[in-house]
Structures are given as C-alpha cells and as structure tokens.
C-alpha cells in the first residue's frame, strides 16, 4: 500500500487540456492558410506602411478650428453619455442583482443589460442614426447604450458579491428598503462603482471619436473624411489630438479615483506629488 | 414582555433545528442560552426578530405576535429589538458615526438617510452612546480601521441607538480573546441594567454565562432542557446540556 502511494505521481496528467491546445494549435495553422496569408503579402504591407507613414509627417495642424469643433464635439458626447449612463445603470444593475431582488424583478433586468452589451457601440450608433438622424444625438444614445451594458453588469456583479451579514445588521434595526440599500449594500460598492465609471468614461470617450465614421458626431467624421481625401497630413493631426484628449481623460480619471475612493483631497493629491518627487530625489541622491 | 410558544423551525422539512420551543423573557434581567454548536441556539435568536422566519409557533412581544407581522409592521417591531452579532457584522466602509445612526434608520425617512441628514438629537444621542461604550472620539474613524473590541463596542452602541425594549445578542463574545470578553460582557450587562431593558445572548462560554447572567437556558438537540437561575447549573446539568464528561474534569 504505502509503495503504491510513494509512487503516485505529484501531478496528474489531464488529457483533455492536453487534447484541447494541439486542437487549438492545429485550428490556428489552418485558419492562417485559409487567409491567404504569406510573407509576400506582409513584405509588400510593411512598404505600404512605411509610405504612408512618411506622408502623415510633418501633422498639419492648419484646419485646427474644424479639429477642435469635433474634440469638442466628441467630449461632449462622451460625458453626457457617461453621465446618462451612470445614472440609469445605477438602479438598473441594482434590480439585476440576483442576492437583493427576487427573480421576477432581476432576470428582465439582466436580459436588458445583455441586450446592451450584444453589440458593438459601431453598429448601436448606426441604428440610432438611422431613428434620429445624423449628429451628436445619435452617438450619445448609442454610448448611453454601452455604458448601461458595461456599468449595469459589473455593478450588479459587484453587489451579488457583497457581505449580506452587512446588510442582515442594517435589515435588523428596522430600516426599510431604500434605508438598507444606503447603508448596507452601497457603501460595500461604491468604490467599485467609481471605479467602473471611469473606465467607462475613459472607453466613452475613445468611442465618441469612432461613432462619428458612421455618422454619430464627433471627431470620426473629420477623420474618416480626412482618410478618404488622402489628406494624411491631416489624419496625423487628428490622431495626434486624440492621443492627447484620452491622455487627458485618464489623468482625470485616477484623480476621480484617488478623490472618491482613498478619500484624498486636492490638497492631498498635490502633497502626495511633492512627495513622491521629494522621496526619488533622497533615492537618488543615495545611490550617489 | 417575550413570550415565546412552541417555536420549531426546520430549514429542510423533516428535520427540525428548533422543537416546540417555550421560553417566557420577563420586563428586565440577562438570560444566557447555552448549548452544543449547531444545536440551534442562533436560529432561536434570529428567529425573534425574524431574521430567520419560524416554521411555526408564536413569538408575543409587546403585545403582538411578531410571526405574524406583515414585513411594515414587522420592520416598526425590528426598530424596538437590538441586536448584537458574533462578527459585529458593522458596514466596514462606513464611519463609526454613520454605523451608529444606522441604528436610527427605521425612524427617519430614507431621503434623509441617503443624504446623511439625521435629526439633531439622533447625532447628539450617537456621541453620548459613543461615550458610554468607551469610543469618545471615534466618530469618524471608519469601522475598519478598528479592532476586534472596538468594533463590537460600535455594534452595541449601534443596537443602543435604536432606543430598544430588547437586545438580543448572538455569540458577542466568541471573536474576541478572553480579557476583552469580559469587558464586552460587562458593557453589554451594564447598558442592559441601567436602561432597564432584558438581553437574551448566545453563549459558548458556560463560565462567563454563569457570571453575568441572571438566568441560564441550556439547549441541546434543538429543545430546551434546561432553565433556572445560574447557581442551579451542576455537572449533571452540563452532562445533559453538552453530553459526555469527560470534558468536566
């Protein structure tokens, strides 16, 4: 018996991850003959690119007022969208939850946001330009649509994760529904939900300059019209404010972060700065 | 004050946790429930406040039977039992001030709650009651920031807060190391005493119970096998309590 035990082996050998990855591996070289795919082609593709590449450069920032109508543009569908969606992805992942809600309230509720979330915000822009015309309206219904999807599912997630001996204390003190969803059950997810926010923010705010090439307002449209005149110049411009607009957005969205989740103040936040450049500089002059 | 008649409740039919339980809680006094774990002791207790919903049976307190309360005339009933919990079971993300007034959520609107707006002599109550558990200067540290002791001094002060003519507590002592034990006991004792106001606790610990209660109930096998006051409580007793002997020696 106890032979038999020492020689048992330490791992086990499971063959169906082992069957699974040659399957996988043995799918991707046929998919690659499938496309058509050589080093020609490649060879061919980097020349191209390399072309292309050298006539975007000097980025000609001459038409910077029709640049900044649509940067302008695409922030401001990207926060109204942000801040529609939040607001109503807020009770909507609340009722999805399946801990707090019975079935008959959460399952409706998780259907809408998979319904939100089956596709992409391209092809919802499409429809809602297709209902109320081109322009700005339809990308910020087309994002609200998305950031209900991606808010709405993660908060309701994040809920059914909660501690309910939290909120069994607050049901036994008598509060009523909305007095134990204050302070049970939101303060459990509120850092999170700040959290999803800005993300969600920060992913709005890439998708408002995309909506705008099926004609959803915004950035997109000037880029795709740039595209389709060969201005490259001018493309690299554009992109280049892009770069520019999300870097500013993600600034803001670790301020947001750092404000509302480690409850620090601007103050803070400016002293924490100082200090993080004051610790290198000891560090540095350590290692001299 | 608490009369409870033939309390059973079976989480899966045909095998009752609780049997035709009878326990009458008199106007003032401590009464200890102790017994073997799993023999029903925190089911009992939740069961009172509904936290758990009985099988069957009757629970009169204040003049209505709780078990048959619609949930709006249950949660007026909740405001009036404090409770107590084993692992605090405060909202750790919230400052000791907020759990506190948490305790008063079943007397202000929820508009206000949401918008941390509580009447004056709610915040005025709540620094008073910090005081009395010992936590004066406490108020806005939040609950997870405390230790094992504090907190449990914050989950009495948020029972205290709801004004109740009942405090119930399950196994308030059973995370906390010995010393602190005592301390939590005597707090909660005390708070009882002075406000004139019965405490029904779980215990494990059968040498506390006898210390600071005024009336032991032994439970085992989901009945209740023993009740009398504390002096009465034997070997023999125990050996029928927690079964086995060897353990007394």
Same mark, same amino acid.
């Given at each position: 018996m106890s032979t038999a035990t020492a020689r048992a082996p330490a791992f086990r050998v499971n063959g169906w991850h082992r069957a699974g990855s040659i399957a996988l591996l043995v799918y991707v070289v046929y998919a690659s003959a499938q496309m058509d795919v050589s080093w020609e082609r490649v060879?061919? #593709?980097l020349h191209n690119t390399v072309r292309f590449l050298g006539r975007m450069f000097p980025p000609n920032f001459t038409r910077w007022e029709l640049l900044v109508k649509g940067l302008q543009e695409s922030l401001e569908i990207a926060v109204l969208a942000s801040a529609? #969606?939040?607001?109503?992805?807020?009770p909507i992942g609340l009722c999805a939850a399946r801990n707090l809600m019975?079935?008959?309230?959460s399952w409706p509720m998780r259907l809408m946001i998979v319904g939100a979330r089956s596709f992409h915000p391209v092809i919802v822009a499409i429809v809602f330009v297709k209902a109320v015309g081109f322009g700005a309206l339809a990308g910020i219904l087309a994002l609200t649509v998305a950031s209900i999807g991606f808010i709405g599912k993660l908060f309701a997630e994040a809920i059914e994760e909660i501690s309910l001996k939290q909120v069994e204390a607050v049901r036994a003190t008598g509060a009523p529904f909305m007095g134990v969803i204050a302070f049970g059950v939101l303060p459990q997810v509120f850092a999170r939900f700040i959290g999803f926010c800005t993300y969600q923010l920060d992913s709005n705010l890439r998708n408002s300059t995309m909506v705008g090439i099926v004609g959803a307002g915004g950035i997109g449209g000037t880029l795709f019209a740039a595209f389709q005149r060969f201005d490259y110049d001018y493309v690299c411009a554009i992109l280049i404010s892009i770069i520019a607009l999300i870097m500013l957005g993600e600034f803001l969205a670790t301020y947001v972060r750092a404000i509302f989740i480690d409850g620090l103040s601007f103050a803070d936040l400016f002293r924490r700065r100082?200090?993080?450049?004051?610790s290198r500089r000891e560090l540095h002059l350590e290692d001299d | 004050m608490l009369s409870i008649k033939h309390l059973s409740k079976s989480y899966v039919a045909g095998k009752p946790v609780l049997t035709d339980?009878?326990?009458?809680v008199a106007a003032r006094g401590i009464t200890a429930i102790i017994g073997p774990s799993g023999t029903g002791k925190s089911t009992l207790i939740r069961c009172i406040n509904r936290l758990v919903e009985p099988t069957s049976g009757s629970i009169e307190f204040e003049g209505r039977d709780l078990v048959m309360l619609p949930r709006a005339a249950l949660r007026?009933?909740?405001?009036?039992?404090?409770?107590v919990f084993q692992e605090y079971n405060l909202v750790e993300r919230l400052t000791v001030m907020e759990n506190l007034l948490a305790g008063r959520l079943g007397y202000v609107s929820s508009w206000r709650a949401w918008r941390r707006k509580f009447p004056a002599e709610d915040i005025a109550r709540a620094f008073e009651v910090l005081d009395v558990v010992g936590l004066a200067g406490f108020a806005h540290q939040r609950a997870d920031s405390l230790s094992g002791g504090q907190r449990q001094r914050v989950g009495i002060a948020r029972a205290v807060m709801q004004q109740p003519s009942l405090l119930l507590a399950d196994e308030p002592t059973s995370s906390l190391d010995p010393k602190t034990s005592v301390e939590?006991?005597?707090l909660l004792t005390d708070i009882a005493r002075q406000r004139?106001?019965?405490v029904i606790i779980n215990m494990h610990d059968v040498e506390l119970a006898k210390r600071f209660a005024d009336r032991i109930v032994g439970m085992a096998d989901g009945r209740v096998v023993f009740d009398g006051p504390p002096d009465r409580l034997s070997d023999a007793v125990l050996k029928t309590i927690y079964g086995g002997e060897d353990w007394l020696q």
């Amino acid at each position: 018996m106890s032979t038999a035990t020492a020689r048992a082996p330490a791992f086990r050998v499971n063959g169906w991850h082992r069957a699974g990855s040659i399957a996988l591996l043995v799918y991707v070289v046929y998919a690659s003959a499938q496309m058509d795919v050589s080093w020609e082609r490649v060879a061919t #593709g980097l020349h191209n690119t390399v072309r292309f590449l050298g006539r975007m450069f000097p980025p000609n920032f001459t038409r910077w007022e029709l640049l900044v109508k649509g940067l302008q543009e695409s922030l401001e569908i990207a926060v109204l969208a942000s801040a529609l #969606g939040i607001l109503l992805a807020l009770p909507i992942g609340l009722c999805a939850a399946r801990n707090l809600m019975p079935a008959w309230v959460s399952w409706p509720m998780r259907l809408m946001i998979v319904g939100a979330r089956s596709f992409h915000p391209v092809i919802v822009a499409i429809v809602f330009v297709k209902a109320v015309g081109f322009g700005a309206l339809a990308g910020i219904l087309a994002l609200t649509v998305a950031s209900i999807g991606f808010i709405g599912k993660l908060f309701a997630e994040a809920i059914e994760e909660i501690s309910l001996k939290q909120v069994e204390a607050v049901r036994a003190t008598g509060a009523p529904f909305m007095g134990v969803i204050a302070f049970g059950v939101l303060p459990q997810v509120f850092a999170r939900f700040i959290g999803f926010c800005t993300y969600q923010l920060d992913s709005n705010l890439r998708n408002s300059t995309m909506v705008g090439i099926v004609g959803a307002g915004g950035i997109g449209g000037t880029l795709f019209a740039a595209f389709q005149r060969f201005d490259y110049d001018y493309v690299c411009a554009i992109l280049i404010s892009i770069i520019a607009l999300i870097m500013l957005g993600e600034f803001l969205a670790t301020y947001v972060r750092a404000i509302f989740i480690d409850g620090l103040s601007f103050a803070d936040l400016f002293r924490r700065r100082v200090g993080d450049l004051a610790s290198r500089r000891e560090l540095h002059l350590e290692d001299d | 004050m608490l009369s409870i008649k033939h309390l059973s409740k079976s989480y899966v039919a045909g095998k009752p946790v609780l049997t035709d339980i009878d326990l009458e809680v008199a106007a003032r006094g401590i009464t200890a429930i102790i017994g073997p774990s799993g023999t029903g002791k925190s089911t009992l207790i939740r069961c009172i406040n509904r936290l758990v919903e009985p099988t069957s049976g009757s629970i009169e307190f204040e003049g209505r039977d709780l078990v048959m309360l619609p949930r709006a005339a249950l949660r007026q009933a909740r405001r009036h039992i404090g409770m107590v919990f084993q692992e605090y079971n405060l909202v750790e993300r919230l400052t000791v001030m907020e759990n506190l007034l948490a305790g008063r959520l079943g007397y202000v609107s929820s508009w206000r709650a949401w918008r941390r707006k509580f009447p004056a002599e709610d915040i005025a109550r709540a620094f008073e009651v910090l005081d009395v558990v010992g936590l004066a200067g406490f108020a806005h540290q939040r609950a997870d920031s405390l230790s094992g002791g504090q907190r449990q001094r914050v989950g009495i002060a948020r029972a205290v807060m709801q004004q109740p003519s009942l405090l119930l507590a399950d196994e308030p002592t059973s995370s906390l190391d010995p010393k602190t034990s005592v301390e939590i006991m005597q707090l909660l004792t005390d708070i009882a005493r002075q406000r004139g106001i019965p405490v029904i606790i779980n215990m494990h610990d059968v040498e506390l119970a006898k210390r600071f209660a005024d009336r032991i109930v032994g439970m085992a096998d989901g009945r209740v096998v023993f009740d009398g006051p504390p002096d009465r409580l034997s070997d023999a007793v125990l050996k029928t309590i927690y079964g086995g002997e060897d353990w007394l020696q």
